[in-house]
């Protein structure tokens, strides 16, 4: 099998047993997913989905979060991984978008990057989730499940991941892909104790192919 191969199969096992993949933190707006996003990073979605109703309702737009300081945010979030660093970052954000941005998300991943608390993982799924740009986020399950499976091959960092999925995953496609490998990541493909005999993609999967002593 090619590594092309093995992309075009596996894009067709997910469009068939997941096509309506995407996000599960909670947002009606730019702006509360980008802060969502950020309250996500080394934190689950699940808990970040249980303080932002809350801060969402108290902090509904940039303009009234920029006008908070980052000890009120801080209340609102402080069962949250980091707490004090991302009130910081969110406190600093609202203002920046208010400044320098009238209000709006952009959707520039360049731009969004100029945010505090916004890395480039962050800024792709904000570009990919809101505007349904081609970009491929990387976090800490897809960086693990492309290693895998094989569709990455000795990526270091999750730039190097990301440059080699986008090569191989039609543009179009991009946005709905990183959810994919994210929600196999979370519930099958997970970092301790991969479940596969659970998993529908084991055919096709390198690690899957080591493990029973066969080749690629």
């Not at 009120?72 to 920046?96: C, D, T």
């Not at 952009?106 to 809101?130: C, E, H």
Request: with cysteine.
């Amino acid at each position: 099998m090619t590594l092309q191969q093995r992309y075009d199969r596996l894009i067709d096992h997910f469009e068939r047993t997941m096509p309506d993949a995407q996000t599960e933190l909670h947002y009606e707006t730019p702006f509360q997913l980008l802060v969502a996003v950020v309250l996500s990073a080394q934190c689950t979605d699940k808990r970040v989905n249980m303080v932002t109703p809350a801060l969402f309702a108290a902090y509904p737009t940039p303009e009234a979060m920029a006008a908070a300081g980052a000890e009120e945010i801080f209340a609102y979030i402080s069962s949250v991984s980091y707490p004090h660093n991302k009130s910081q970052h969110l406190a600093g954000l609202a203002r920046m978008l208010v400044s320098d941005f009238g209000s709006q998300v952009p959707s520039d991943i360049d731009q969004l990057q100029r945010l505090p608390g916004v890395g480039r993982k962050t800024a792709n799924v904000v570009a990919a989730v809101v505007f349904d740009l081609p970009a491929m986020p990387v976090d800490t399950h897809v960086f693990r499940v492309a290693n895998r499976i094989g569709l990455t091959r000795n990526s270091k960092t999750p730039l190097q991941t990301e440059q080699q999925l986008v090569k191989h995953i039609p543009p179009e496609k991009l946005s709905t892909a990183h959810h994919w490998l994210i929600l196999h990541g979370r519930y099958v493909c997970q970092a301790r104790k991969p479940r596969c005999g659970e998993c529908g993609i084991s055919h096709l999967c390198t690690h899957f192919s080591r493990k029973k002593g066969g080749s690629e």
